[in-house]
């Protein structure tokens, strides 16, 4: 079948597999930058000037400059640094995880100065070690206070997988831009904004029933 | 001897809060500590509690060294000591920071399970005699959202208990509480007192004060002013600072 010249299904199929790498990109980056974000969380927390100065620092640079330099930086860099490089999916997995880790270590941060002192003095005369006090008492109201922060973070992940197409990985606006030039169409790009509807979708939904969830008390 | 602290210093930049401290609790024995706002009596409980470190001065508490004087420098006891008496002692603040995660019977069973490694089952019979005898046996599955000022700070009484300290600290119990919920909380106060519970209390209640107190101690500007036993310090002090303040309750 042909909509615009354009051969839907050999585009959908094409589509579908590219949709294969941004899922990819999507939990690769999410599962690797969450814990990585509350390292860098906890560094900017700390109070030796030598770890959290470096680490905000470190947030600005990537807070600070696009996406997409990024990429190139980790695509090209190595190869001109090191002679050798990542390889194109593994540049692209670090720049967005360390991209992401700064983000997520600001949301995170936010969520753990938003805790009552209170909480922790309570914990402390009640004899909780520092260890139990974070995991038991602190972080568990951490995660209620970001996920909404965290959920927005997650719709705009899904949409900068995008940009990996700036160092050629075949994700879906890869794939339509390629078939809209070869065809002469809009259709493949509309088709590729539908694909990243459906999955924010799906993100928007599981955050709402994740919020819903934690909704059995309030601060 | 229960809690011996002498000659307490503790300073915020350079401002002296507690100037020269010094206070013996017995075993059950029910001491009520009074004073004007900045006086330094939250401060004084936080370091007895070891939410803040003294400047100076020497704390005992149920026999173990906390911290002593060398050199003029303080110098703290080892994290296990600091740790076990930590468990010594319970404090019951004013905003009562329960957990507001966890249910009331989890934030009673919480601590004894992890900190003190009581079995689960015994732990939870002791949060439901507790929870009896806060009136709130009802309440266990709530979250403590779900209830008043009143209830929330009977379930932090029970936190603290549960952990069966030598030595209860309260630190206005009743501040954050409106005036119709603060008797339920004295009455609880009044209770522990019956069955002999060693506590130390900061209140403006005076009347209360009056009442469940062995003994009072008057502090203004980071010192003891006076103390004495309740007749003593409301009936008839011939000390000019603390007749200035008490009159300004009476007044009232
Ligand atoms: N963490 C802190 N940093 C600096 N100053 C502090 C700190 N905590 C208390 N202070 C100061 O110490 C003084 C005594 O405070 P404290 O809270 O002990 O008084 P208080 O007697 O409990 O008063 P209130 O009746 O209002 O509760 C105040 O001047 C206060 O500003
Ligand atoms: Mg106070």
Redo the contacts with the bound molecule.
């Keep these: 079948m042909r909509i615009d010249n354009v051969p839907i299904d050999l585009l959908l199929k094409n589509m579908l597999s590219a949709t294969g790498t941004v899922l990819l990109i999507f939990f690769l980056t999410a599962i690797l930058s969450i814990p990585l974000g509350f390292v860098v969380a906890l560094a900017r927390r700390s109070r030796f000037k030598i770890i959290s100065i470096p680490t905000r620092i470190y947030q600005l640079i990537f807070r600070g400059t696009p996406l997409m330099l990024q990429l190139f930086f980790f695509m090209y860099g190595p190869f001109y640094i090191f002679g050798i490089g990542f390889g194109r999916f593994n540049a692209c997995i670090i720049a967005f995880v360390i991209n992401y880790a700064a983000y997520f270590g600001e949301i995170f941060r936010g969520g753990i100065a938003a805790i009552p002192k209170g909480q922790y003095e309570a914990a402390k005369v009640l004899g909780y070690s520092k260890f139990q006090t974070f995991m038991r008492i602190i972080l568990p109201q951490v995660v209620k206070h970001v996920m909404p922060a965290t959920g927005n973070e997650f719709m705009t992940l899904v949409k900068d997988t995008s940009l990996a197409q700036v160092i050629s990985v075949a994700e879906i606006y890869n794939v339509a831009t390629n078939a809209g030039a070869r065809y002469f169409s809009t259709v493949p790009l509309i088709v590729a904004g539908i694909f990243y509807l459906v999955m924010n979708t799906v993100v928007e939904m599981a955050f709402k029933l994740i919020e819903k969830k934690l909704d059995y008390y309030r601060t | 001897m229960l809690l011996l602290a002498e000659n307490i210093q503790k300073r915020?930049?350079s401002?002296n809060?507690l100037e020269d401290i010094s206070l013996e609790v017995n075993e059950g024995e029910v001491v009520v500590i009074i004073?004007?706002?900045?006086?330094?009596?939250?401060?004084?409980l936080r370091c007895l509690t070891q939410l803040e470190q003294v400047n100076s001065g020497r704390i005992e508490i149920n026999g173990k060294l906390m911290v002593d004087t060398v050199d003029g420098r303080a110098v703290y006891a080892d994290s296990k000591t600091l740790h076990e008496i930590l468990l010594d002692v319970g404090l019951v603040f004013q905003n009562f920071n329960l957990f507001p995660h966890y249910s009331v019977m989890k934030n009673i069973v919480d601590a004894q399970v992890n900190v003190l490694k009581r079995d689960k089952e015994e732990a939870r019979t002791i949060a439901m005699e507790l929870l009896k005898k806060m009136n709130l046996s009802d309440r266990g599955d709530a979250y403590p959202c779900e209830l008043s000022g009143g209830q929330q700070q009977r379930i932090a009484i029970s936190r603290a208990l549960a952990l069966n300290p030598k030595i209860l600290f309260f630190d206005?119990p009743t501040s954050a509480l409106d005036p119709e919920l603060t008797g339920e909380i004295l009455k609880v106060i009044r209770n522990l007192a019956n069955e002999n519970m060693t506590m130390v209390i900061?209140t403006h209640e005076m009347a209360f004060a009056k009442e469940v107190a062995d003994r009072v101690i008057f502090?203004d500007n980071g010192l003891v002013v006076e103390q004495g036993t309740p007749e003593e310090l409301f009936g008839n002090t011939v000390n000019q600072r603390t007749k200035e303040f008490l009159q300004r309750y009476s007044d009232i």
């Design positions: 915020f930049d401002e809060v004073g004007p706002s900045g006086s330094g009596k939250s401060t004084l206005e900061v502090m």
